[in-house]
C-alpha cells in the first residue's frame, strides 16, 4: 500500500529545525523557528510557570478526561485575556471558547468547522502570512487566495491595497488577520487601520478569523490585543485563534485556544454543540496539564503579575536584540540601512535576504533562516549575536 507514495518536503519552518539539528557544527544558530531563548540560549521555564506546575505536582491531581472544550476555568481566562475581564461579550453569553492544541491546532478546529458552516467560502491570508495558514486552510478543504499586505518598498503595510481587495470579496469570505506581531513580517496595522478592516468585513459581510499567537510580545497584553477589541466592539461576529506557546514559554505542551463571537447567548449554545463535534470527531478532548497551569497562573493574581513581568523580560530582551542587530551590521561594514528591524514587531525579522542569501548563510555558517528570509530575533543572543552580524554582512556584501 506504501509503494507509490512520495517523498513529501520538509516542513518549511519546523523542517528547519530537524536540518539543524542534524547540523554537528558548534558554532550554530537556528533563526528559523519562533521560539524564544534566553541569553544562554535556552527555552525559558518561566518563574510563574514552575510555581503553578510546583503546585499541582504536589497536589497529583487525577487524569480523568477534560469536558471536549477543555476546563472553564482555562477558557474563562482566555477570554478575559482577549476581550477584557469587562467585555460585555463575555457577560451576554456571546464568546463560545475552547482549549485548543496550541495556536495551529485552534486554527485547525476553526477551519474545520467553518468548512461545514461555508462550504463554498474562499479563505483570503495575507501576503506573504506565515507559512502553515495556507497549507491548514487547504488541508480542511479550502480554496485559500492572498490579499496585498507588505509593502517591501517601505517595509511597513500596503494598507491601501489591502483595503482595496477586502472592499472586493464577495460576501462570506474568510479572512484570516494577523491580531499582532505579523508573522513573518513584523509589520502591524495601525488601531485606525484596524477599525477600516472592521468596516470593510461589515460592508462586505466578510468573516474574519483573528490569528493571536504573539500577544504581550510587540507592546503589551492590553495593547496587543486592540485588533481584537476593535472587532469585539464592531457588533460582528469573528473567529480569534490564541496560543501561549510563546507567551509562557509553553510550546511542547500544545496550550491554545479557539474563540468564536457570536450574536447572542442561544446562538454561543448551538455553536458550542457543533464546535465539540468537530473536536470529538478530532482529538476527543484537549490534554490536561498545560492548560491548567496556565489557568493556574492568570487565576492566580500573583502569578499573573510575575507572568506579566517575566513577558515584558522576553519583549525587551527581543528588542533589545534588534537594536543590537542593527549596530552591528553596521559595525561589520554593511551599508545598507537595517535599521527597519527596529521597527519590526514580535519575534521576527523580514530581513530582505534572499532564499540564495539565506541558503548560504546555512552552508557557510551553520545560521538557519526560513527561506523568505525570516529570521527570529528571540534566538539571538549577546553571545551569538556577533558572529549572526558578521555571517550576514559576509552574504550580503
Ligand atoms: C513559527 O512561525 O515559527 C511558529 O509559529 C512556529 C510554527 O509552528 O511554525
Not at 513529501?8 to 533563526?31: H, M, S, Y
Not at 517601505?154 to 469570505?173: D, I, Y
Not at 542569501?357 to 545560521?367: A, N, R, S, W
Request: aromatic share 8%.
Amino acid at each position: 500500500i506504501f509503494a507509490a507514495v512520495e517523498m513529501a518536503p520538509r516542513d518549511p519552518i519546523l523542517g528547519l529545525n530537524e536540518a539543524f539539528n542534524a547540523d554537528t557544527r558548534a558554532e550554530k544558530v537556528n533563526l528559523g523557528v519562533g521560539v524564544y531563548y534566553d541569553d544562554n540560549g535556552k527555552i525559558p521555564l518561566l518563574g510563574a510557570v514552575r510555581a503553578a506546575e510546583k503546585t499541582r505536582l504536589e497536589a497529583m491531581p487525577p487524569r480523568g478526561y477534560q469536558p471536549i472544550e477543555g476546563a472553564a476555568t482555562y477558557n474563562t481566562a482566555v477570554q478575559n485575556l482577549l476581550l477584557g475581564k469587562d467585555s460585555q461579550l463575555i457577560a451576554n453569553g456571546q464568546v463560545v471558547t475552547i482549549e485548543a492544541l496550541g495556536g495551529t491546532g485552534a486554527l485547525k478546529v476553526g477551519a474545520d468547522y467553518l468548512k461545514r458552516l461555508q462550504p463554498g467560502a474562499t479563505v483570503y491570508i495575507s501576503d506573504p502570512s506565515w507559512e502553515n495558514h495556507r497549507a491548514l486552510f487547504e488541508s480542511a478543504g479550502f480554496p485559500v487566495e492572498t490579499y496585498p499586505y507588505y509593502d517591501a518598498a517601505t517595509r511597513g503595510v500596503n494598507f491601501e491595497g489591502m483595503k482595496a481587495k477586502l472592499n472586493s470579496l464577495p460576501a462570506g469570505s474568510i479572512i484570516i488577520l494577523h491580531a499582532c506581531c505579523h508573522n513573518p513580517t513584523g509589520a502591524d496595522l495601525s488601531d485606525a487601520q484596524w477599525n477600516d478592516v472592521v468596516d470593510a468585513c461589515r460592508s462586505r459581510g466578510l468573516i474574519p478569523f483573528l490569528d493571536m499567537a504573539y500577544q504581550g510580545f510587540a507592546d503589551g497584553i492590553e495593547a496587543d490585543a486592540v485588533a481584537v477589541r476593535a472587532f469585539s466592539a464592531s457588533g460582528l461576529q469573528f473567529f480569534v485563534s490564541s496560543s501561549f506557546s510563546k507567551s509562557f514559554s509553553l510550546y511542547g505542551e500544545r496550550v491554545g485556544a479557539l474563540s468564536i463571537i457570536t450574536a447572542a447567548k442561544e446562538e454561543s449554545a448551538r455553536v458550542l454543540s457543533q464546535v465539540k463535534r468537530v473536536i470529538r470527531t478530532n482529538y476527543s478532548n484537549p490534554p490536561i496539564h498545560g492548560g491548567a497551569v496556565v489557568a493556574a497562573v492568570l487565576n492566580s493574581p500573583e502569578l499573573r503579575q510575575q507572568w506579566e513581568d517575566e513577558l515584558a523580560g522576553m519583549r525587551d530582551r527581543i528588542r533589545d536584540m534588534r537594536t543590537s542587530l542593527v549596530e552591528q551590521l553596521k559595525a561589520a561594514g554593511v551599508a545598507q540601512d537595517f535599521s527597519f528591524v527596529i521597527k519590526q514587531r514580535g519575534m521576527f525579522s523580514y530581513t530582505g535576504l534572499t532564499a540564495a542569501q539565506v541558503e548560504q548563510l546555512k552552508t557557510d555558517f551553520g545560521i538557519y533562516a526560513v527561506s523568505t528570509g525570516r529570521i527570529c530575533l528571540a534566538a539571538l543572543n549577546t553571545k551569538n549575536i556577533g558572529y549572526v552580524a558578521k555571517a550576514i554582512a559576509a552574504v550580503v556584501k
